[in-house]
């Protein structure tokens, strides 16, 4: 999908865009709008300079184009961010946004501290845990979520086919993947390489 510019053309969005938020709502009368991060810390919303917004959805619609947005200031507040965005001027321009989600690319997150990961580059790593003293693979990472202490691998649990190179899911009788949980804390992860998609932890194996 591409997002109308009038005169100027179309723009194509990244390829390596990630959700990293949504719109509440209208902050005040000259176009500031309140927005919600998935993440606590903000750092990809705050450091990029442009985002796509993509409207919400009605039962059975088409899904509409994702809007870029040039973002000329954002504000902290204790209830989340307050923004200003280069053509959103006025109440109902900054309440026409309500609902959106909003998408950076990856390209404009900030470097992570060392030893620190985003979660979206967690996603798709393989987990090898431990079976007695020996290394076995767990299987795929396809969520993380945070259970208020930590943060906690989901992991679907599974195998690499020889042949093709690629993960595949051990399914339970409903056809549902089955999933491992992994606490995301140095206890038990004890490597993150990202090159090489793998991450090498102490989880027993329970297969």
Not at 17 to 22: H, K, P, Y
Not at 27 to 45: E, P, T
Not at 87 to 112: H, N, T, Y
Not at 150 to 176: K, N, W
């Given at each position: 999908?591409?997002?109308?510019?009038?005169?100027?053309?179309?723009?194509?969005?990244?390829?390596?865009?990630?959700?990293?938020?949504?719109?509440?709502?209208?902050?005040?009368?000259?176009?500031?709008?309140?927005?919600?991060?998935?993440?606590?810390?903000a750092l990809a919303l705050q450091a990029a300079p442009s985002w796509w917004l993509s409207a919400?959805?009605?039962?059975?619609?088409?899904?509409?184009?994702?809007?870029?947005?040039?973002?000329?200031a954002i504000h902290s507040a204790p209830a989340g961010l307050r923004v200003q965005a280069q053509g959103i001027d006025d109440r109902d321009a900054a309440?026409?946004?309500?609902?959106?989600?909003?998408?950076?690319?990856?390209?404009?997150?900030?470097?992570?501290?060392?030893?620190?990961?985003?979660?979206?580059?967690?996603?798709?790593?393989?987990?090898?845990?431990?079976?007695?003293?020996?290394?076995?693979?767990?299987?795929?990472?396809?969520?993380?979520?945070?259970?208020?202490?930590?943060?906690?691998?989901?992991?679907?649990?599974?195998?690499?086919?020889?042949?093709?190179?690629?993960?595949?899911?051990?399914?339970?009788?409903?056809?549902?993947?089955?999933?491992?949980?992994?606490?995301?804390?140095?206890?038990?992860?004890?490597?993150?390489?990202?090159?090489?998609?793998?991450?090498?932890?102490?989880?027993?194996?329970?297969?």
């Amino acid at each position: 999908m591409v997002t109308p510019l009038g005169n100027h053309g179309t723009i194509t969005p990244p390829a390596d865009l990630v959700e990293v938020g949504r719109v509440l709502a209208a902050h005040g009368v000259r176009g500031w709008f309140k927005v919600q991060a998935h993440s606590s810390s903000a750092l990809a919303l705050q450091a990029a300079p442009s985002w796509w917004l993509s409207a919400p959805v009605g039962p059975g619609g088409e899904p509409a184009p994702l809007r870029a947005l040039t973002i000329r200031a954002i504000h902290s507040a204790p209830a989340g961010l307050r923004v200003q965005a280069q053509g959103i001027d006025d109440r109902d321009a900054a309440e026409s946004l309500r609902g959106s989600k909003i998408w950076v690319s990856r390209a404009q997150f900030p470097e992570a501290d060392p030893g620190e990961y985003y979660w979206v580059d967690l996603i798709g790593c393989l987990v090898a845990g431990r079976q007695g003293d020996q290394p076995v693979l767990l299987g795929q990472v396809d969520d993380i979520f945070d259970n208020g202490a930590h943060p906690v691998l989901q992991v679907a649990a599974g195998h690499v086919d020889d042949t093709t190179g690629r993960f595949e899911p051990a399914l339970d009788a409903r056809g549902r993947a089955r999933h491992i949980l992994v606490p995301f804390v140095a206890a038990h992860v004890l490597d993150v390489d990202l090159a090489a998609r793998r991450i090498d932890s102490n989880w027993p194996a329970d297969f």
